[in-house]
């Protein structure tokens, strides 16, 4: 709103109602917006939860250890990320941009998906939640939702980047000079790095375009629900979920950037996506918001964010990507959401055959896998086989692992900024 009120007295020549125009400026401002209303909103927030006796209901000791320590602690937090992130963009933001828009549908659709399983765990004193169905449901849902739009919405284009060699065998990028709808997506490692999903389906003979943006439709569904709730499982320890989202976010937020620059899309040879900037000042706020919510969250946490914030930021990821035409980057770049997922499916997938033969053998101490890191030996179920109960040799505190898995996903983020020039 405040975009368009100066971008309408720059016509009066008002000083300094030019600078709204400049993205730098309104993703700094939305930055540290979102950090202010994180903080000053994250206090009173807990405050009122305290009041009231709303808290997360008691962890398993046999899970967490130090689950004595939270006991009471208000759950929910997710509100304080989704309000501090939809302010500024409202107020910073261009609304009639296509991809802010879905970036919006996506966190209150999302949000309000983990406000109900919340609300079912602490009012309902139901532990399981919103059943799994429901918010695979939801889940799905959005995910189609945006799928179908980039999918038919004339603003969703690109221009696709082709590479000329000039004499002295010297290589220039460009872009096509007319905006298009595409199925490419970055793929990392190869020279053309770009895969085209149409060329995936081209045993579909004249249809293959048309299949091209079916399998690009149930793509994007795949990745905001695996990106959404590995966040969720992720969201196990203080501060956890939260810092690899921030780190996540700043690269994102480089692509986002990268993309919506046709000279720096040039340089790094990646389709140039207009208007896509829009993203930067969204990512900015989110970066924000998930930072100033460590605040309140970091150990030991006088918040949780709950699935109101997990399933939200995940969400929020998955689909930035998918904008972006990235999505096939997250493998490297949520490394630590896909591990966790991982190894949910391993130890549940194996005991389940294990069982069969009439034994109970698990992988892992305990999933997802940061818990293994600090599961005691003495709460291990002694009718179970452990494949790996030697590893880790002993457990660590939660705050150490928690820091461990940041230096982690930095690793991971500067390594998928590092495939755009590898190849």
């Given at each position: 709103?405040?975009?368009?009120?100066?971008?309408?007295?720059?016509?009066?020549?008002?000083?300094?109602?030019?600078?709204?125009?400049?993205?730098?400026?309104?993703?700094?401002?939305?930055?540290?917006?979102?950090?202010?209303?994180?903080?000053?909103?994250?206090?009173?927030?807990?405050?009122?939860?305290?009041?009231?006796?709303?808290?997360?209901?008691?962890?398993?000791?046999?899970?967490?250890?130090?689950?004595?320590?939270?006991?009471?602690?208000?759950?929910?937090?997710?509100?304080?990320?989704?309000?501090?992130?939809?302010?500024?963009?409202?107020?910073?933001?261009?609304?009639?941009?296509?991809?802010?828009?879905?970036?919006?549908?996506?966190?209150?659709?999302?949000?309000?998906?983990?406000?109900?399983?919340?609300?079912?765990?602490?009012?309902?004193?139901?532990?399981?939640?919103?059943?799994?169905?429901?918010?695979?449901?939801?889940?799905?849902?959005?995910?189609?939702?945006?799928?179908?739009?980039?999918?038919?919405?004339?603003?969703?284009?690109?221009?696709?980047?082709?590479?000329?060699?000039?004499?002295?065998?010297?290589?220039?990028?460009?872009?096509?000079?007319?905006?298009?709808?595409?199925?490419?997506?970055?793929?990392?490692?190869?020279?053309?790095?770009?895969?085209?999903?149409?060329?995936?389906?081209?045993?579909?003979?004249?249809?293959?375009?048309?299949?091209?943006?079916?399998?690009?439709?149930?793509?994007?569904?795949?990745?905001?629900?695996a990106v959404s709730n590995g966040a969720n499982l992720n969201d196990g320890m203080d501060g956890m979920c939260a810092g690899n989202s921030a780190i996540i976010g700043v690269a994102l937020m480089i692509f986002a950037y990268v993309s919506s620059h046709i000279v720096y899309a040039a340089y790094f040879d990646i389709m140039y996506i207009p208007h896509s900037e829009e993203l930067v000042v969204f990512l900015s706020a989110f970066i924000g918001a998930v930072v100033g919510f460590l605040w309140y969250n970091a150990y030991p946490a006088q918040v949780f964010m709950g699935d109101t914030g997990s399933l939200?930021?995940?969400?929020?990821?998955?689909?930035?990507?998918?904008?972006?035409?990235?999505?096939?980057?997250?493998?490297?770049?949520?490394?630590?959401?896909?591990?966790?997922?991982?190894?949910?499916?391993?130890?549940?997938?194996?005991?389940?055959?294990?069982?069969?033969?009439?034994?109970?053998?698990?992988?892992?101490?305990?999933?997802?896998?940061?818990?293994?890191?600090?599961?005691?030996?003495?709460?291990?179920?002694?009718?179970?086989?452990?494949?790996?109960?030697?590893?880790?040799?002993?457990?660590?505190?939660?705050?150490?692992?928690?820091?461990?898995?940041?230096?982690?996903?930095?690793?991971?983020?500067?390594?998928?900024?590092?495939?755009?020039?590898?190849?």
């Amino acid at each position: 709103m405040l975009y368009y009120l100066f971008r309408f007295l720059e016509q009066f020549n008002i000083p300094g109602a030019h600078i709204w125009s400049y993205i730098s400026f309104r993703s700094l401002l939305a930055l540290i917006m979102s950090l202010l209303i994180s903080a000053w909103f994250g206090e009173h927030f807990i405050r009122w939860m305290k009041r009231r006796n709303i808290s997360e209901t008691a962890r398993d000791p046999s899970i967490d250890p130090f689950g004595v320590e939270k006991k009471g602690v208000p759950t929910m937090g997710g509100i304080i990320i989704i309000v501090s992130i939809l302010i500024p963009v409202l107020l910073l933001g261009r609304m009639r941009n296509i991809y802010l828009i879905l970036m919006i549908i996506t966190t209150v659709w999302l949000g309000f998906l983990g406000f109900m399983d919340d609300y079912i765990k602490i009012f309902k004193k139901n532990k399981e939640g919103l059943k799994g169905i429901y918010k695979i449901i939801g889940q799905v849902s959005i995910g189609f939702i945006v799928g179908l739009t980039l999918w038919l919405s004339p603003d969703a284009v690109i221009r696709e980047n082709v590479s000329q060699v000039k004499q002295g065998q010297e290589i220039v990028i460009s872009h096509k000079t007319e905006p298009v709808k595409s199925l490419q997506t970055t793929i990392p490692f190869f020279k053309n790095h770009n895969l085209n999903y149409s060329n995936i389906m081209s045993f579909c003979g004249k249809y293959k375009t048309a299949a091209g943006w079916i399998l690009f439709v149930i793509m994007t569904i795949v990745v905001v629900t695996a990106v959404s709730n590995g966040a969720n499982l992720n969201d196990g320890m203080d501060g956890m979920c939260a810092g690899n989202s921030a780190i996540i976010g700043v690269a994102l937020m480089i692509f986002a950037y990268v993309s919506s620059h046709i000279v720096y899309a040039a340089y790094f040879d990646i389709m140039y996506i207009p208007h896509s900037e829009e993203l930067v000042v969204f990512l900015s706020a989110f970066i924000g918001a998930v930072v100033g919510f460590l605040w309140y969250n970091a150990y030991p946490a006088q918040v949780f964010m709950g699935d109101t914030g997990s399933l939200t930021i995940g969400g929020i990821i998955g689909v930035c990507a998918i904008i972006i035409h990235k999505e096939l980057m997250l493998i490297t770049l949520c490394g630590i959401f896909f591990i966790e997922s991982l190894s949910v499916i391993i130890q549940t997938q194996w005991f389940k055959i294990q069982k069969r033969k009439g034994k109970r053998v698990r992988v892992f101490r305990a999933t997802p896998i940061h818990d293994t890191f600090r599961r005691l030996d003495s709460q291990l179920d002694a009718t179970s086989t452990y494949i790996l109960k030697g590893w880790p040799k002993r457990p660590f505190h939660e705050s150490k692992i928690t820091s461990r898995f940041w230096i982690i996903s930095i690793i991971l983020a500067a390594l998928t900024i590092i495939t755009l020039k590898v190849r």
